[in-house]
Every structure is written in structure tokens, then in C-alpha cells.
């Protein structure tokens, strides 16, 4: 089985500061995948990064693949309340996720 | 167009029946997911299909549950015998292919709550 692990598991900070989430497993994928959640709704996929050392950005969101592909970071620039939620990473050829990370974003 | 559904989007019962949950997933989507959520915790993977057939369903917890894809559409999730830690959020998904970087679309979940 392929673990990923995420931290921290829960940040609260201000809107308008900025936030990093973090995505750590021992093995390699091929691929991770970054997903958001709201309460009462289904994770709903943000990115898809596939070659080590690739950046993709999403508006204020920056995601980068580490270059041995066996972790991710996601980076959120001047956080708004919008983006709340659980942001879980997972990877595998069952897709296998991580425990997440609850972001609360502040008014 | 129409997302992944699922029915019913709660479901109450008491320790020891039977229950069945209802996917119906993205037309023409051959690959279906069903995972189990705690509260706070990630999806935990049960079982996915490819077409009609289980590729791997090496995390349904027991023998308890069971799950079905006849036409290679709907699936149903199975569980006898219900008990008060089988409550949680069951997350239905399904997307194009079974590959790897595939994207799934995930429904909103049905509750399940064992009194």
C-alpha cells in the first residue's frame, strides 16, 4: 500500500496570509492529485501533476511535484474565506488518499 | 451535464439490518470507486470496478459488504448485518479510465448512521 501522509491537519489563519499544505509519502507515483472538499459535499479534483519537479498553477493556488515524486506541496497566496475546506492529496492506481488537511480561512 | 449520484443522501438503521447504497456514476465513465469517510479523515478506499467487474476489492473490510455492477453502470453497496462502527460517509466516484491520473468525479456521499 502506498501511504501518503499530509500536514498539518489542521490550519486556521487570516484571509489575506498566505498557506502551505504538504503531501509526504516513501514511495513514488507516477502522478498526485489534489482534491477540495466541503462539508456535505464530495472531494472535487484542482490539479493532476505528473512530472517530477512540475509547478502548475491555478489562480492563487500553486501546486509543485517534488523532483524524486514522493511528495507535493500546495501553496495558497492571500487565502480568502472561499477557500475553506479539506484539501486531500492521493495518488495510486486506486487512488489511495491522505488523512488532509482542514484549512479554515478567517474573515 | 449530470454529475455522480447518490441515493439516499442519509440513511438511519438499526444495529444488525441490511442496507443499499445506490450509485449512479458519469455516462460513459467505465471506472466506479466506492470509498468510506470518517469525519475529518480521508476517503478510505473500498472497491473499484472496472466495467461490470471488481478489479480490486481489497478494501471492503469484511465479508459483510459487498458490492455490485451488473450492467457496468449503477452499482450498489451492500452491507448485512449493520453495526455502529460501519458508520460514515460512503463516497461514490467514477471516471473515464481506470489509469492512474484519471480524475474522479465523486457524488456528495450517502450518511449512514447505525443506531
Known amino acids: 500500500t502506498q501511504l501518503l501522509e499530509q500536514s498539518p491537519q489542521f490550519l486556521s489563519i487570516q484571509e489575506g496570509e498566505n498557506l502551505t499544505v504538504y503531501c509526504n509519502s516513501s514511495s513514488v507515483f507516477s502522478s498526485l492529485q489534489w482534491y477540495r472538499q466541503e462539508p456535505g459535499e464530495g472531494p472535487v479534483l484542482l490539479v493532476t501533476v505528473v512530472t517530477g519537479g512540475e509547478v502548475k498553477k491555478l489562480k492563487r493556488l500553486t501546486f509543485q511535484f517534488g523532483d524524486a515524486r514522493k511528495d507535493s506541496s500546495l501553496h495558497i497566496t492571500a487565502a480568502q474565506p472561499g477557500d475553506t475546506g479539506l484539501y486531500l492529496c492521493?495518488?495510486?492506481?486506486?487512488?489511495?488518499f491522505g488523512a488532509g488537511t482542514t484549512v479554515t480561512v478567517r474573515a | 451535464g449530470a454529475g455522480v449520484s447518490q441515493t439516499p443522501s442519509n440513511k438511519v438503521t438499526e444495529k444488525g439490518k441490511y442496507v443499499e447504497l445506490r450509485c449512479d456514476p458519469i455516462s460513459g465513465h467505465t471506472a466506479l470507486y466506492w470509498y468510506r469517510q470518517s469525519l475529518g479523515q480521508g476517503p478510505e478506499f473500498l472497491i473499484y470496478?472496472?466495467?461490470?467487474?471488481?478489479?480490486?476489492d481489497s478494501g471492503l473490510p469484511n465479508d459483510r459488504f459487498f458490492a455490485v455492477r451488473p450492467e457496468g453502470s449503477v452499482s450498489t453497496l451492500k452491507i448485512q448485518r449493520t453495526e455502529r462502527g460501519d458508520s460514515a460517509v460512503y463516497l461514490c466516484?467514477?471516471?473515464?479510465?481506470?489509469?492512474?491520473?484519471?480524475?474522479?468525479?465523486f457524488g456528495n456521499g450517502t450518511r449512514l448512521t447505525v443506531t
Open positions: 466516484a467514477s471516471s473515464l479510465t481506470d489509469r492512474g491520473n484519471s480524475p474522479l468525479h
Open positions: 470496478f472496472q466495467g461490470t467487474g471488481a478489479a480490486d
Open positions: 492521493a495518488g495510486g492506481y486506486k487512488l489511495s
